[in-house]
């Protein structure tokens, strides 16, 4: 295994030299510093990232905590922040708590004592325990994602209360007024913006908005599915519901198929996220799109250029969502 001694007696230099040039951590004349690196290709030396990190301070590493890694969307915002962390040469360590408390917290120290530079942070609830933990991490950048603002910290997330007028105005401009939703967990920060954008859609187009036609819910297919069977079974059926994302959506075109109800000719639907099945779906679902990849790249990118260039972090990061419209929701 070739080591940085042998590195300093093929450049003719001392083993200092090759650590500094190694670690940007004092100048070296540029001609020194060429012969190093020549030693380094042509050796084919590999150097300790743990012992770089000792001098340096720094790991290179970002910690990423989530709830689920099977949700696309979530997916989706890892995956820009993959991009975001290969295009700076730094790493990501991504942790996933399956929506278990005692898991988020046993992942958090574990991402700690791996001497993460910075954490991002994406749950579909707000677990108080450990946004109490976060409170207590010091001076280490952190980003929360898809949440309410945190103290302390960089919050990214998309205009929730636009996204749901969006929806709720398209449903409108279509000529249908007995509108319903099937919205998230009730202290679900995204969902209660989103009703908040519903809710004033209705009130500015003076509609009425009926109770018997919400249904919350865990923010899955599943979710989507009992909701929806709860709706219809109402003594009265809604002509559209706003989905509070996607996987909603899926579980209520299940439902709304098996009372033999057709779609968009019954029941309009629209969704939020605009994941990739969302164009296979039949029909083809309408929806909010929320910048997802975007999301992750741009956390990603806040963390690093705080990193590396001390730019302060902003309180909230807000991207604008859109709508995408396909054939889920009647002409």
């Known amino acids: 295994m070739v080591s940085i001694k042998d590195v300093a007696q093929a450049a003719g230099v001392s083993a200092s030299t090759v650590s500094h040039v190694i670690n940007e951590t004092r ?92 954490l991002l942070v994406m749950t ?88 018997k036609w919400q249904a919350a819910g865990l923010l899955t297919a599943s979710g989507g599915y009992e909701g929806m069977k709860r709706i219809l079974d109402a003594d009265s059926q809604p002509e ?13 075109y299940r439902a709304v198929q098996e009372r033999n109800l057709r779609i968009p000719e019954d029941i309009s639907i629209i969704g939020y996220d605009d994941v990739e099945y969302a164009s296979y779906m039949a029909p083809t679902l309408t929806t909010v799109k929320q910048p997802s990849f975007e999301l992750g790249l741009s956390a990603a990118e806040a963390l690093i250029s705080h990193l590396e260039e001390k730019v302060k972090m902003p309180a909230v990061i807000r991207l604008v969502p859109e709508l995408i419209v396909r054939s889920s929701v009647i002409n």
């Open 27 to 118: 100048y070296v004349a540029p001609v020194t510093k060429q012969k190093v690196q020549k030693a380094i290709k042509a050796l084919g030396f590999q150097p300790s990232m743990m012992a770089r990190a000792l001098k340096v301070k720094r790991t290179n590493i970002i910690g990423m905590l989530v709830s689920s890694s099977s949700n696309p969307f979530f997916a989706d915002v890892v995956r820009g922040v993959e991009e975001g962390c290969y295009q700076n040469n730094f790493s990501l360590i991504l942790c996933n708590s399956g929506h278990q408390s005692d898991r988020q917290l046993a992942n958090l120290n574990t991402l700690l004592q791996r001497r993460i530079d910075a």
């Open 124 to 211: 579909t609830k707000t677990d108080p325990v450990l946004y109490e933990q976060l409170s207590k991490l010091g001076d280490l950048p952190r980003a929360i994602l898809d949440s309410a603002p945190h103290p302390n910290a960089c919050t990214l997330q998309d205009d929730s209360v636009l996204g749901g007028k969006l929806a709720t105005r398209h449903f409108i401009e279509r000529g249908l007024s007995k509108i319903g939703c099937l919205m998230g967990p009730p202290d679900h920060p995204r969902s209660i913006e989103r009703y908040n954008g519903f809710k004033s859609a209705m009130e500015e187009a003076g509609l009425p908005i009926e109770q």
């Open 240 to 252: 559209a519901v706003f989905a509070f994302n996607d996987l909603m959506a899926m579980g209520a």
